[in-house]
């Protein structure tokens, strides 16, 4: 069993003209009108299909498929919304890839034991509106309904009236109904597997997060007539500590990341020893030990740089995520399946976010990954290639059929021929 | 003989009334409503003691006092343009010190063997046509008059037409007279007398100055989903740069000045590695041969940190002025006359550019510092105590007359008493 690969590029190309910006992107931003655009269309696919299609309190989208019992559903989703600069395969291939896993049980007759479902999440990206992965977030019971209805976007509307305008302010109770499974197939926006040549990535689980944002306040002087003694330069104790954090991270070693991809000088002339200096840290591992330990060393380097130049320092914490590990069951199924159809997956960790890591809370999950030309992403540049788009959803289908079909999660590795039946 | 200190006290107070600014400061653009508004005052109060008043091609004013014989005229002076945030004594001081002196002398109806002048010149602030010191720089024929005229404000006005538009488009031609000597008092700008508890500087030349722009161009990617090895960080060539920059001046020493006083990423985003950066290297020394040598080191640098992040740089030569020493007679008079007060002269290079450079293309060249409070400048909150203003005036004085008294400069240091007669 296949699914039909031309259908679903289709499907990906049709979504793409919805909020498309030049050079081949999308422009969706959250509860936008091109939002609610993209979610009229993928809701009538989904209602073409004979789902079940249920909206609940923050937006988020289900369609279920039922089984031959009922139950809780083997769950897939992703999310449809985009960033400004948006490419056409973050979350909507895991959606339409869902969709496409039910279309192709249709065309072959065929009902799976237990329901499936594929979902979409409100507010992946958090481009409108903050934190990201909002949806999801509310959907597994880690934010209230009414908080969440509260956030003001940074274009100065209410998600709850946002929700209402668009018509996404569904009866649905928030948090939602704990899936049997989870499983998200997504493009992997980053470069390992298209460097390696490899097609499907076996995700292990998603790197914990440590944002940091410093803020080193000096003196703004004369870049001529300041002798080197008497500054209390801000600018250097920022450059200074982006250059400690790339020392930091080499001294680490993989898959330990960092960087310092803000860096705001004031009043930034050249002839004027900057006043102010604001700068943001980004450090990601797997190992929730080894992230506070570089933090620790972090915030000792800074605390050092800015005691010997007479700077003082402040610290906001912009986001901080512990590492999240998908089920070892799912990983294995993942790369089971891939090998019964003779691709040798790469387990690796998301670098970034996913809706999976907030499903991950509540059942068991994982992650499908397809390679990302290029490592680009979130960018009208961003490209798969259509045969990995298809080999993708062919292994979100029959991984979804294995988990709907079998009374328990496999416990181990399958040998290759058996992900497919 | 000492100058009336509250008539300069006054006038300071007076001129810094026109385009005053919250904080006590002034914003007077060059060639802008304000700036013709302070040059009217200045030149009636030149005219009302008696000087004739002569105005150049490039907008210069000179007033001169007769002498006993005539031929070329010692001449003193600065400028009265400011920064949008300048304050009340940075060029308005050396320019009202020089009319204080003419009208003491008339007070004392004395007069002086060679003519005295007193000028201010177009321009030195650069804060709206570039470059600054333009104003002297044509005076002194580094300059075209016609080329001067075309140069483009930041508001997008012609200088020549501002001249004409203002009134200062004078008949005096360009180059201008050659002084017998030029002594410019200036407030220090920078806070080595401040914090040295001295009142007089004597000043023993213009620090060489080279600014750079350098731009990084690299790869955004994403900061989770991109291992290290993978990254081509312009950010973090930068960051590399502008620490290497303070490394650089440690090695060198006094008087070697480094500043990385801009530096921009894009996009500038937290978890998006920067693609761009562009930053600017202020080197100063005094010695040209330690400054081509920093700038060497520099480009070493920016190559190998370059090379080894898989980044792209480009170069763009802001601007390159080489150190300029002064007349070694002059500064020697500078320093006796302040003994003949009592007052023990530092003797340091100026970090900031001054008329008194291009000055010293043409003729023996001098200047006199008085203390910055804290050394701020270009900025409402700059500050000298009135007493040191008064004390730079009487130095300026005796240091002109001295200069117009004798037949040739003075070859040697003079003792303590010979600065007074």
């Known amino acids: 069993m296949r699914v039909d690969g031309d259908r679903l590029l289709q499907r990906l190309r049709d979504l793409a003209e919805i909020g498309a910006i030049p050079g081949g992107g999308c422009a969706r931003l959250a509860l936008s009108d091109e939002d609610r655009a993209g979610r009229d269309l993928v809701v009538m696919w989904m209602r073409d299909a004979g789902l079940e299609v249920t909206v609940d309190a923050i937006g988020n989208v289900v369609a279920t498929r039922k089984g031959q019992v009922p139950g809780p559903a083997v769950m897939c989703g992703s999310h449809i919304d985009t960033v400004a600069t948006g490419g056409a395969y973050d979350g ?150 982006a250059a400690f954090v790339r020392r930091l991270v080499s001294d680490i070693g993989p898959p330990q990341v960092g960087t310092v991809g803000r860096l705001d000088l004031h009043p930034d002339l050249v002839n004027v020893v900057a006043a102010r200096a604001t700068m943001t840290v ?49 990983i294995a199924l993942v790369e089971a399946t891939a090998a019964g159809f003779g691709y040798q997956a790469r387990r690796l960790p998301a670098g970034a976010g996913h809706d999976a890591q907030m499903l991950a809370r509540v059942c068991p999950a994982g992650m499908v990954f397809v390679p990302s030309v290029g490592g680009v992403s979130h960018n009208p540049a961003e490209h798969t290639d259509p045969e990995h788009l298809v080999a993708g959803a062919n292994v979100l289908l029959h991984t979804l059929v294995r988990l709907a079909e079998e009374d328990r999660i496999p416990q181990a590795p399958l040998p290759p021929e058996g992900g497919l039946r």
């Open 92 to 241: 909507n291939l895991g959606v339409l890839a869902g969709l496409e896993v039910m279309e192709t049980l249709n065309d072959a007759g065929l009902t799976t034991r237990r329901p499936l479902a594929v979902g979409f999440f409100t507010d992946e990206e958090g481009a409108r509106f903050a934190p990201d992965m909002l949806g999801s977030l509310v959907y597994a019971g880690g934010m209230g309904v009414e908080t969440a209805h509260d956030i003001i976007s940074i274009d100065g509307a209410r998600l709850g009236d946002e929700l209402a305008r668009i018509g996404y302010l569904g009866p649905a109770p928030c948090p939602g109904l704990v899936p049997h499974a989870y499983v998200e197939l997504h493009i992997e926006q980053g470069p390992v597997l298209d460097r390696a040549g490899e097609v499907i990535g076996a995700v292990t689980g998603i790197q914990g997060i440590s944002w940091q944002e410093l803020t080193f306040e000096g003196q703004a002087n004369h870049a001529g007539t300041t002798p080197m003694a008497y500054r209390h330069d801000a600018g250097y104790a920022a450059a200074a500590t």
């Open 282 to 330: 980004d450090l990601r591992n797997t190992d929730e030990q080894v992230l506070q330990a570089a933090e620790k060393r972090l915030a000792q380097h800074v605390e050092e740089v800015a005691r010997s130049e007479g700077v003082s320092v402040s610290t906001r914490r912009l986001a901080r995520f512990e590492p999240v590990e998908f089920d070892p069951r799912v």
